[in-house]
C-alpha cells in the first residue's frame, strides 16, 4: 500500500487520476501524479466510493474527512481533506 500520509494536512486539496475496471485496486505515484486503480465499475458513484476508500487508508485518515470537490463523473478528481 503507498504511504501518502504527508499530505494528510487538513484542507489540502489532492488530485487523482482514477482508472476503473482495473486488475486490482491499487495507489501509485508516477511524477508527482497520484493514480488510483480500482476493480469497481464506474456506474451509480460505485468507483468515487471504491477510491474514497483507498485514499482514505494510504492517507491514514477517515473516509468522512474526504470530499469530493471536482470532477465526479470524471477521471480527474480532486479531493479535499475537511
Known amino acids: 500500500m503507498t504511504d501518502l500520509s504527508h499530505l494528510a494536512v487538513e ?12 486488475s486490482r485496486d491499487r495507489i501509485l505515484v508516477e511524477d508527482d501524479t497520484i493514480r488510483v486503480y480500482v476493480t469497481t465499475l464506474p456506474e451509480d458513484g460505485k468507483a468515487n466510493k471504491a477510491v474514497v ?4 487508508k494510504a492517507l491514514g485518515v ?3 474527512r474526504l470530499d469530493l470537490i471536482r470532477g465526479a463523473t470524471s477521471r480527474d478528481k480532486v479531493f479535499r481533506i475537511v
Do not use: F, N
Open 62 to 64: 477517515p473516509k468522512t
Open 53 to 56: 476508500k483507498l485514499l482514505s
Open 11 to 22: 484542507g489540502a486539496e489532492i488530485a487523482v487520476r482514477v482508472t476503473p475496471k482495473a
